[in-house]
């Protein structure tokens, strides 16, 4: 069973900084690909993209948070994680991590079949 499971959310003002962090569990290798990303979302909108790391390490961001954000990951310890920096009151949001096995070749929330809970950041100006 796989499950996924986000921490590091909390409240902070413009300008600041927090790493996310997603203990997966139960993923196992996939020769065809692995592919992590963090989502956010805010009430009475769609998920969003934010970034996502397939197994070989290769990477994307939105460009809304490019140059800011960093998105990384610990194969031992099966952990990814989201440093944010620089963050602005239109970061406030709920961010989720995702999974699935396959090349990281959407940015779609729809693609992916693992959730984690969700973790609240709220960036005050």
């Known amino acids: 069973q796989v499950q996924l499971v986000e921490s590091g959310g909390g409240s902070v003002q413009a300008g600041g900084s927090l790493r996310l962090s997603c203990i997966a569990s139960g993923l196992s290798y996939n020769p065809d690909g692995d592919c992590m990303a963090w989502f956010r979302q805010t009430p009475g909108k769609e998920r969003e993209f934010v970034a996502n790391i397939g197994g070989d390490g290769r990477h994307s961001v939105a460009e809304s948070v490019e140059g800011r954000f960093t998105i990384s990951k610990d194969s031992v310890n099966n952990t990814l994680y989201l440093q944010m920096s620089s963050l602005k009151p239109e970061d406030t949001a709920t961010y989720y991590c995702?999974?699935?096995?396959?090349?990281?070749?959407?940015?779609?929330?729809?693609?992916?079949?693992?959730w984690g809970q969700g973790t609240q950041v709220t960036v005050s100006s």
């Open positions: 995702a999974a699935d096995k396959f090349y990281c070749h959407t940015q779609s929330p729809l693609a992916f079949s693992y």
